[in-house]
């Protein structure tokens, strides 16, 4: 694909807002802008952010030795490197990525956030939409305030769909992220328990996700999931900015409030009444789900009129029932954007799971489930609930189940509490074995224990791996699922078990 060209007209418009000031002669085209002189190639433009513990500007003379033909810079540096300044580096990397998205031609955008789900609805969507034409997706974390204008200086003009992910770890960050990339579709996935000590509270981090509808106008759409506790929240603020919103999944209504009791029978109307609730599905839901080891099966429906559905088996080759959820808003956002009904369905039956998502990997007659990539409770139990299932499989059914979590992080005051309500819910699910790692998880091993599980806690990683081989050579295979927050690296005991074998 060919890369957009950056020149001194198209720099200079892109940062008016900041009033650039130009030193030096800038003739060059430039095809790159980056951040990082370890990535920086001859030809590359070179942008100096200032963080707390770094700044940019110290690498000017770097940039200028691996061939940078300009530094984009808060204040003038000494060096004969082309330099223009503008005051606040971050602003402008932020007004490039705007100006990139907004001089596209015909770009259809999708911009995701909730508290779980990101990354593996990203890749699902991405399935679906790369088989009509190049689609830009959200690599990595990329997803924050410098991370979304960085993934966005990554648009060429043969890209006719971006699916960009926006986290937030205060209250803020959605809003600007969602004005930068100006979605045609803004989804939210649910709303739960990450970085909750940032937050405050779920209702906290509800509005803070609601602040992606703000990128919207009259024509967009909004997707909801359809029974998250916070629905009627998202619903409002999404009405702030469009009228056009799916729902994805199904929620438990009071029957009054689901059906019109003046069509129906006396006799419909008393059997209803014996009834606490009714379940409503939402514009875009599933039937029949069938859990097969790492993947699942469930029957999609599209509900978009009175009387017509368009329905397709999906075989998701996600592990988890969780996923489908995941999937459900993945298919919603197609729809969204006009896609065919049948392209949904080969999307999401091809999709592939990202690298520490629930990764299957054999381990001689052992089966790890490497979903190390980050944490929360909810994800956490979900992943157990995945574990669980090898036990119960037609073919290759393991013998014992075990689960090794290290701590969950961004939990502000709430950590201690979580940490020991996930020991608590470990304990009505079950587990042959518990392995826990870190500070917090001493309480997650505390409270697991009280319920009968057989559990141990480690304050470090490094003699988790003789642990784990010491209790595997009992001559039955055992499934494993290693799990934490991203800080916790939990891989690396992972690598270091699969490096056995070859030792």
């Given at each position: 694909?060919?890369?957009?060209?950056?020149?001194?007209?198209?720099?200079?418009?892109?940062?008016?807002?900041l009033?650039p000031?130009?030193?030096?002669?800038?003739?060059?085209?430039?095809?790159?802008?980056?951040?990082?002189?370890?990535?920086?190639?001859?030809?590359?433009?070179?942008l100096?952010?200032?963080?707390?513990?770094f700044?940019?500007?110290?690498?000017?003379?770097?940039?200028?030795?691996?061939?940078?033909?300009?530094a984009?810079?808060?204040?003038?540096?000494?060096?004969?490197?082309?330099?223009?300044?503008?005051?606040?580096?971050?602003?402008?990397?932020?007004?490039?990525?705007?100006?990139?998205?907004?001089?596209?031609?015909?770009?259809?955008?999708?911009?995701?956030?909730?508290?779980?789900?990101?990354?593996?609805?990203?890749?699902?969507?991405?399935?679906?939409?790369?088989?009509?034409?190049?689609?830009?997706?959200?690599?990595?974390?990329?997803?924050?305030?410098?991370?979304?204008?960085?993934?966005?200086?990554?648009?060429?003009?043969?890209?006719?769909?971006?699916?960009?992910?926006?986290?937030?770890?205060?209250?803020?960050e959605?809003?600007?992220?969602?004005?930068?990339?100006?979605?045609?579709?803004?989804?939210?996935?649910?709303?739960?328990?990450?970085?909750?000590?940032?937050?405050?509270?779920?209702?906290?981090?509800?509005?803070?996700?609601?602040?992606?509808?703000?990128?919207?106008?009259?024509?967009?759409?909004?997707?909801?999931?359809?029974?998250?506790?916070?629905?009627?929240?998202?619903?409002?603020?999404?009405?702030?900015?469009?009228?056009?919103?799916?729902?994805?999944?199904?929620?438990?209504?009071?029957?009054?409030?689901?059906?019109?009791?003046?069509?129906?029978?006396?006799?419909?109307?008393?059997?209803?009444?014996?009834?606490d609730?009714?379940?409503?599905?939402?514009?875009?839901?599933?039937?029949?789900?069938?859990?097969?080891?790492?993947?699942?099966g469930?029957?999609?429906?599209?509900?978009?009129?009175?009387?017509?559905?368009?329905?397709?088996?999906v075989l998701?080759?996600?592990?988890?029932?969780?996923?489908?959820?995941?999937?459900?808003s993945?298919?919603?956002?197609?729809?969204?954007?006009?896609?065919?009904?049948?392209?949904?369905?080969?999307?999401?039956?091809?999709?592939?799971?990202?690298?520490?998502?629930?990764?299957?990997?054999?381990?001689?007659?052992?089966?790890?489930?490497?979903?190390?990539?980050?944490?929360?409770?909810?994800?956490?139990?979900?992943?157990?609930?995945?574990?669980?299932a090898?036990?119960?499989?037609?073919k290759?059914?393991?013998?014992?189940?075990?689960?090794?979590?290290?701590?969950?992080?961004?939990?502000?005051?709430?950590?201690?509490?979580?940490?020991?309500?996930?020991?608590?819910?470990?304990?009505?699910?079950?587990?042959?074995?518990?392995?826990?790692?870190?500070?917090?998880?001493k309480h997650?091993?505390e409270?697991?224990?009280?319920?009968?599980?057989?559990?141990?806690?480690?304050?470090?990683?490094?003699?988790?791996?003789?642990?784990?081989?010491?209790?595997?050579?009992d001559?039955?295979n055992?499934?494993?699922?290693?799990?934490?927050?991203?800080?916790?690296?939990?891989?690396?005991?992972?690598?270091?078990?699969?490096?056995?074998?070859?030792?």
């Amino acid at each position: 694909m060919t890369p957009y060209i950056w020149q001194f007209d198209n720099l200079n418009t892109a940062l008016g807002e900041l009033n650039p000031i130009w030193h030096g002669r800038f003739t060059a085209q430039s095809t790159k802008i980056t951040t990082d002189t370890r990535q920086l190639n001859a030809g590359d433009i070179f942008l100096a952010i200032c963080g707390d513990n770094f700044d940019g500007h110290a690498f000017i003379d770097t940039a200028k030795d691996k061939g940078a033909v300009l530094a984009i810079v808060n204040h003038k540096v000494e060096s004969d490197l082309p330099q223009v300044v503008v005051g606040d580096s971050k602003q402008a990397l932020g007004l490039l990525g705007k100006y990139r998205r907004d001089v596209h031609p015909n770009l259809q955008v999708v911009a995701l956030t909730g508290s779980s789900g990101k990354t593996t609805t990203k890749e699902m969507l991405g399935s679906i939409l790369s088989q009509i034409a190049p689609t830009l997706i959200t690599r990595g974390n990329l997803n924050n305030d410098l991370g979304v204008p960085m993934m966005l200086l990554e648009l060429t003009d043969e890209h006719k769909f971006a699916v960009m992910e926006l986290g937030a770890n205060h209250i803020g960050e959605i809003a600007y992220t969602t004005a930068l990339v100006s979605p045609d579709v803004a989804c939210v996935l649910n709303i739960g328990t990450a970085h909750l000590g940032e937050f405050g509270g779920r209702d906290n981090i509800a509005k803070t996700k609601a602040e992606i509808f703000q990128g919207l106008d009259d024509t967009g759409v909004a997707v909801l999931p359809y029974g998250d506790e916070f629905f009627d929240i998202l619903a409002n603020e999404a009405q702030k900015f469009t009228q056009q919103i799916l729902t994805t999944g199904e929620q438990n209504v009071p029957p009054k409030l689901a059906l019109d009791f003046s069509k129906l029978s006396d006799i419909e109307k008393e059997e209803l009444g014996k009834l606490d609730f009714v379940q409503v599905t939402g514009d875009v839901f599933a039937d029949d789900v069938v859990v097969e080891g790492d993947k699942v099966g469930f029957e999609l429906y599209v509900n978009l009129a009175v009387d017509e559905f368009d329905e397709g088996a999906v075989l998701l080759p996600f592990a988890g029932e969780h996923n489908v959820s995941n999937a459900l808003s993945a298919a919603a956002c197609a729809v969204a954007l006009g896609v065919d009904f049948e392209l949904i369905v080969s999307g999401l039956n091809n999709a592939k799971p990202a690298k520490g998502r629930l990764n299957f990997k054999t381990f001689g007659n052992h089966l790890i489930i490497d979903d190390t990539y980050n944490a929360n409770v909810p994800a956490m139990m979900a992943g157990l609930k995945v574990l669980n299932a090898q036990k119960f499989l037609d073919k290759n059914a393991y013998d014992k189940t075990l689960m090794v979590i290290g701590d969950i992080g961004e939990l502000g005051d709430e950590a201690v509490s979580e940490h020991q309500s996930l020991g608590e819910q470990i304990g009505q699910v079950g587990v042959d074995k518990l392995i826990c790692v870190g500070d917090l998880m001493k309480h997650t091993h505390e409270y697991a224990s009280k319920v009968g599980i057989d559990s141990v806690h480690f304050a470090d990683k490094p003699l988790i791996k003789d642990e784990i081989l010491s209790m595997i050579g009992d001559g039955q295979n055992w499934a494993m699922l290693f799990k934490g927050s991203r800080f916790m690296a939990m891989e690396t005991i992972v690598n270091d078990l699969i490096n056995t074998t070859s030792e």
